[in-house]
């Protein structure tokens, strides 16, 4: 995966200390809400690219609400990649479930770049593939905002896995993500590609089962 370039590394380093801050106050207003009631799936009812009803988070045991510090460490580094020591025995069954996401979504300029937070839950049966993209925030990386998405319906993608990756292309959405591995009692994932035509980059993360 290519890495970030220095200009957007050091705008990320002032982002990072901005966004704990505002992870903390975000957290207290809306974090409550999540950990103190299952909330039902959404329908399985959809088509490829549209959003569901509603907000279908389910807290289990391996996951929760995302923050930048899920990520700061492993995947918002000039360096990032596949650490040597990772162990790659990772089969189609055990990427599915709730994952920590993010989603570098990288705009015409570094002003206009934003770091999203979500949870994505992936399912599959044999070759094909389904993505649950439950929103949690979106900051703007040039004015230091950061907006509350847990209202926004949840994305449904369908895909494919394809040579060990797995690939949505819908027209809209042309991304992958390949690189899966585990380490240190955890589980990563990492992909790139585009979403409504801008260049993403996203990082998946969830304590081992």
Not at 44 to 61: I, L, P, Y
Request: charged fraction near 25%; glycine fraction near 8%; avoid cysteine.
């Amino acid at each position: 995966m290519p890495a970030m370039s220095k200009k957007r590394i050091s705008g990320l380093k002032i982002y990072i200390i901005l966004m704990l801050a505002a992870n903390l106050i975000l957290a207290f207003i809306v974090g409550r809400a999540f950990f103190s009631e299952k909330k039902p799936n959404a329908s399985a009812s959809h088509t490829n690219g549209n959003d569901v009803t509603e907000n279908s988070f389910v807290a289990d045991q391996r996951t929760d609400r995302p923050s930048i510090s899920d990520f700061q460490k492993w995947y918002y580094t000039p360096d990032r990649g596949i650490p040597a020591d990772a162990d790659l025995n990772v089969t189609r069954e055990d990427t599915y479930g709730e994952w920590k996401a993010t989603v570098y979504v990288t705009g015409k300029t570094a002003k206009d770049d934003k770091i999203l937070l979500l949870n994505i839950e992936i399912i599959g049966e044999g070759d094909n593939v389904t993505l649950t993209m439950d929103w949690y925030s979106s900051t703007d990386i040039g004015k230091s905002e950061t907006t509350d998405e847990t209202s926004k319906k949840d994305t449904v993608l369908d895909g494919v896995w394809k040579n060990g990756a797995i690939v949505i292309s819908d027209g809209k959405n042309e991304f992958e993500i390949p690189d899966f591995y585990k380490l240190n009692g955890k589980e990563y994932g990492m992909g790139s590609g585009t979403m409504d035509g801008l260049r993403i980059d996203i990082g998946l993360v969830r304590n081992e089962q």
